[in-house]
Structures are given as C-alpha cells and as structure tokens.
C-alpha cells in the first residue's frame, strides 16, 4: 500500500525561529514529491521535486529530496506568523497509465509572535 | 490568473439526499482529480479524468458517480448522503505531459455538510 509519513504532525514555534518538516514514503512508481501549503481552504502549491539532492528555493522556504532513502524535508527559516499553516506532502505516482498524488496527515504549524 | 472554479462553496443537505458539485479547471487543462478531506484529516482521492475519460479510480463510494463534460468541467454526484459524507471536496486540475510530472493546482474547495 502506498504510504506517506509526515513528522511532526504539529509544531509551535516562535517568530523568527527555523522549522523543518520532514516527509517520508513508500509508493510504487513515483515520479514526483509535492509540498502544499494549506490555510483556511485549498492547498497552495510550494514545490515539486523529482530529483534527488537538487534543493529547490523559494525566499525563506527550501527543500530538498532523497530518493535513496525516500524523504524529503522542508525548511522554513525566519518564521513569520503568515507562515502559520497545515503543510502538506504528497507523492506523484503512476497507477495503470494514470497519476494521481497521495498525500501526507499534514504538518500543522504554528507561529507564534 | 484563471484558477479552478468550484461550486458551490457550501452546500447543506440532509440525510438521503442528493448533491452534485461542479468543477470548472484551468483553461487547456485536460485532466481533473476529484479529492475528499474530512475533518482534520488528509485529502483522499476519488476519482480522475482525462481528456473527458476516468483516468484512475481511489476510496470513491458506490453511491458517489462523476463525469468530465466536453467542455472539460466535472461535476461528482453523490447520492443517499450519510452524515459521514460531510467533508471538503477538492477539485484539481492538470494538463497531463507524457513522462513528466504534473503539478495539481487546487479549486478552493466544496464544503458539504450532512445533517
């Protein structure tokens, strides 16, 4: 069965604080790894990765896969109280000639100021 | 930027009903997803199309049926609705490539509550 670990599943931390959310898997076929950004509704977009040691940036957020040992972590660094959300991980795969994502329980994340 | 359109936001219905969503994606996106997320819980696949065709099949109950129009929109009928069915219902959207990767782009959600 395909399976997606996120760790922690919630995190309190202070402004200005460096976070690190971490993602675990086991799937058949994978293509890809997604990290969302999740607040009141829809999940947003941050990254897709596909290969392995290549760290993607995006201002104060970065990331990073492993496909040897199957993770992949998120980093946050100068909390903000913006940055306050559920983040997601999900893992690309192929099933029978089609893709769909398999998602993570979320890492709930909470900036305090 | 044209997103994916989801309506309604919020729906109410009661035990036994019928509901249908709809889902408008992205222009030139060919393939939809269709997602439930309870409450607290991680979204899980339903159901896909591609190019108006159900592309993949997950945790979509029998009472559940969805179907992508020639104008590329879906829309998920639910029937017989159990309070368990309460839940946010994501649509996403994608244009397929051929080996690579595809990046879903989330609609803003449907919320519907069983009572």
């Known amino acids: 069965e395909d399976k997606v670990v996120q760790s922690p599943l919630s995190l309190v931390v202070h402004e200005g604080d460096t976070v690190t959310l971490n993602c675990s898997y086991e799937v058949t076929n994978f293509r890809s790894l997604l990290w969302y950004k999740q607040e009141k509704k829809a999940p947003t977009f941050l990254f897709m990765l596909?290969?392995?040691?290549i760290e993607k940036k995006s201002g104060r957020l970065s990331s990073i896969l492993d496909k040897k040992e199957l993770f992949s972590i998120l980093n946050i660094t100068a909390t903000q109280t913006g940055d306050s959300a559920v983040y997601l991980c999900a893992v690309g795969l192929t099933q029978g000639g089609s893709e769909k994502l398999v998602f993570g329980k979320g890492t709930k994340l909470t900036v305090n100021p | 930027a044209a997103g994916v359109i989801q309506s309604p936001r919020h729906l109410i219905k009661e035990k036994r009903e019928t509901a249908t969503l709809k889902c408008y994606p992205i222009p030139r996106h060919d393939t939809v997803y269709w997602y439930q997320q309870g409450p607290g819980q991680d979204p899980q696949f339903l159901i896909s199309f591609y190019e108006k065709m159900q592309s993949d099949k997950g945790s979509i109950p029998d009472r559940f049926s969805a179907q992508q129009f020639s104008d590329y929109h879906s829309e998920l009928n639910m029937s017989s609705l159990e309070l368990g069915d309460s839940a946010l219902y994501f649509c996403a959207s994608t244009i397929r490539r051929g080996h690579g990767a595809n990046v879903l782009t989330f609609g803003a959600g449907s919320r519907l509550t069983v009572l």
């Open positions: 596909t290969s392995s040691g």
